[in-house]
């Protein structure tokens, strides 16, 4: 922003352009004692500019607790979260998808991250006392084609996955509507559509949950193993916006992962882990990193046919080190309530604070 926009008296404008100084972004770079060595203003001049370059540059007004506590900026509660559908997939997660930053789940083709995605892209339309955020999501697909198919079915189906949902308000939401479905074949196309067409379903309101199923496909088809520094920085340019858009508008965004093979060695022995795509450099840029495995072998704990599996929380700034069984069913996925959470061991302390129950 130009300062000249500033509501400060002319005489500081005309020293600060003395002072090759440009933008507020400038006059907020330096400190308070730099800036007056180099404009020759006042103590008072110098903090009353300093004031008002902050002010105009905050996106938001402050919000008080005392707003917080009567509800009048819910979005900026700590405690809310997008639901997943299912209080034992609820449960393990403290409430749900953050509204803010990004979550990823990593698995193997075929374990369920696409299901998951989907059954987010309905939640996100529910209401906010039942857990949604009451608008729409945007499903960019960067690999396989849009499944409409099973989407269909899991909105036939919602009132068995939910059956504590009111009849009328399943028939008054319109859920194939509310979805946006976007198809990106490179980066360059991925990027255009995060930066500029999603931006603008956000601010209209339309959507309030963003889906990139995967985040890998693109960087794994247009990067060899020499390129791991271009690949890095376009990396940390999807992550950026994604970023962007989550913090602007309270969005909360989902990124599916695929998973890879790596050599462990453990003194003379060498094994082999499943790890997320991407290494560090994406790594650094998850808020929560969960983990969909398919349990082969195993049978089903909940009467149904479908193969176990178990999702994980690899890591999360408010999440212990947890897990619990979940299998896909026709009308979604959904925790299985006979078995417990795993806790890790270093997590015990957190045990107390997994017995959450949703709203």
């Known amino acids: 922003m130009d300062f000249e926009q500033l509501e400060v008296n002319p005489r500081i404008i005309m020293a600060l352009k003395k002072a090759n100084l440009r933008s507020t972004r400038d006059i907020l770079k330096l400190s308070d004692a730099d800036l007056q060595r180099l404009t020759r203003l006042s103590v008072l001049d110098v903090r009353s500019v300093r004031a008002a370059s902050a002010l105009a540059c905050r996106k938001s007004p402050p919000v008080t607790a005392l707003q917080l506590h009567r ?28 509204l803010v930053g990004i979550t990823e789940l990593a698995g193997e083709s075929g374990a369920g991250k696409t299901q998951v995605g ?16 009451g608008s729409g999501a945007v499903f960019i697909c960067t690999e396989d084609p ?33 979805i946006y479905i976007k198809h990106t074949a490179d980066l360059g196309a991925l990027q255009t559509c995060i930066s500029k067409r999603v931006p603008v379903l956000l601010s209209r309101g339309l959507v309030q949950l963003v889906v990139v199923d995967s985040v890998a496909a693109l960087f794994r088809c247009e990067f060899n193993s020499e390129e791991t520094v271009e690949r890095a920085r376009h990396l940390q340019a999807i992550a950026s916006s994604l970023h962007h858009l989550s ?25 082999t882990k499943i790890l997320p795509a991407l290494g560090m450099s994406w790594a650094n840029q998850v808020l929560v990193r969960l983990m969909l495995r398919r349990l082969e072998g195993q049978g089903s704990m909940d009467g149904s046919s479908s193969t176990p599996r178990k999702l994980e929380v690899l890591f999360a700034p408010h999440l212990p080190r947890a897990s619990c069984l979940c299998s896909i069913r026709e009308e979604g996925v959904r925790g299985t309530d006979s078995v417990p959470l795993v806790i890790g061991p270093r997590d015990k302390e957190h045990r107390e604070q997994l017995r959450w129950t949703p709203p």
């Open 118 to 133: 989907l059954q987010l892209c309905l939640t996100v339309q529910y209401p906010r006392a039942l857990g949604g955020l």
């Open 146 to 178: 849009f499944p409409i198919k099973r989407l269909r079915q899991l909105i036939s189906l919602q009132s068995k996955l939910r059956p504590d949902l009111p009849e009328d308000l399943l028939s008054q939401i319109c859920f194939s509507d509310n």
């Open 71 to 98: 509800g009048e900026f819910p979005g900026l509660e700590p405690g809310y979260r997008l639901t997943m559908g299912c209080p034992v997939l609820d449960r393990l997660l403290r409430g749900g998808v953050p």
């Open 247 to 271: 913090h602007s508008f309270c969005a909360p965004v989902l990124c599916i992962n695929q998973v890879g093979l790596q050599a462990i060695s453990t003194h003379s022995l060498t094994d």
